[in-house]
């Protein structure tokens, strides 16, 4: 491993995290500017946040990515700059190997378990008990107030990674027969992205596993008054054929109708 010349190399403590939901923080980095890491200058926490969602990209693309407006001789200085203020902060924290640049290991960092956890509910063969809902990663953006592109693409993709993860948990809570934290899954969901249909069929499949038809309906009618009301739209397809199988009172020995598209 490298580091910037003139610079001691020091192994990263091992307790290091940083975390990028709901701001960006530097955690147990030796002789670091404390638990907030608001001290470290802008481009330097632009290239952590930068390594913690690209895993290990050349030089030259960082350089490139994060200081685009500038000629590529300053965009290069910039990189060095960086790096040398990281390494009198947070030893070790980087690894440069060859012409790529990577986080050391053992660094934690939120995102990367927010990922691992979603990948742990999608998996049938993980028990339950090792899917808890837990953290405040499952609630929270992603480095708010900062514009980058390659920001703006990677908060969307950690917010959908999020919601089919909450979904799909619901829904093996409830095949579990733990509708309480299923519909707690799912409406995480539903908090997170209001207008999202299929946070709210969650919901309503688990109040119909638990035999609450009366709480399914109110489910669809509260999506269906909320989307008239910020879109013009009706719930889609998906959503009422949910509901056909509710039995509906009868008249003149004829079932009603469950739902009526208006």
């Known amino acids: 491993m490298q580091v ?7 192994t990263v403590e091992p307790r290091t995290r940083i975390t990028l939901i709901d701001g960006f923080a530097l955690s147990g980095a030796q002789d670091g500017p404390g638990p907030g890491g608001s001290e470290l200058p ?23 990515r994060l200081w685009p407006d500038v000629p ?3 965009a290069n200085g910039s990189l060095r700059s960086a790096l040398w203020r990281l390494q009198k902060v947070a030893p070790g924290l980087i690894e440069v190997c060859g012409g790529s640049l990577c986080l050391a290991q053992g660094v934690r960092v939120d995102v990367r378990e ?11 063969a993980v028990g339950l008990e090792e899917v808890e809902i837990s953290g405040a990663g499952l609630c929270g953006e992603l480095l708010p107030g900062w514009y980058d592109d390659w920001v703006l693409l ?11 993860a909450l979904e799909c948990l619901a829904d093996r809570l409830a095949t579990a027969g733990r509708y309480g934290d299923a519909l707690e899954a799912a409406y995480a969901a539903v908090r997170a992205e209001p207008l999202r249909e299929s946070a709210h069929r969650t919901v309503v499949r688990v109040h119909l596993a638990e035999g609450n038809t009366s709480q399914a309906l109110r489910a669809y009618e509260a999506l269906r008054a909320m989307l008239a009301d910020e879109l013009g739209v009706l719930p889609s397809e998906h959503m009422t054929r949910l ?8 008249h003149n020995g004829h079932a009603i109708g469950t739902v009526t598209r208006q």
């Open 243 to 250: 509901l056909h199988r509710i039995p509906r009172p009868a």
């Open 42 to 64: 802008r481009g330097v926490q632009r290239l952590v946040a930068h390594l913690c969602l690209s895993g290990r990209p050349p030089r030259a693309a960082i350089a490139g």
């Open 114 to 124: 927010l990922h691992a956890w979603a990948r742990r509910v999608r998996d049938p």
């Open 154 to 164: 990677e908060r969307e993709r950690l917010c959908q990674v999020r919601l089919h």
């Open 4 to 10: 910037p010349e003139g610079v001691p190399y020091v």
């Open 72 to 74: 590529e001789d300053h």
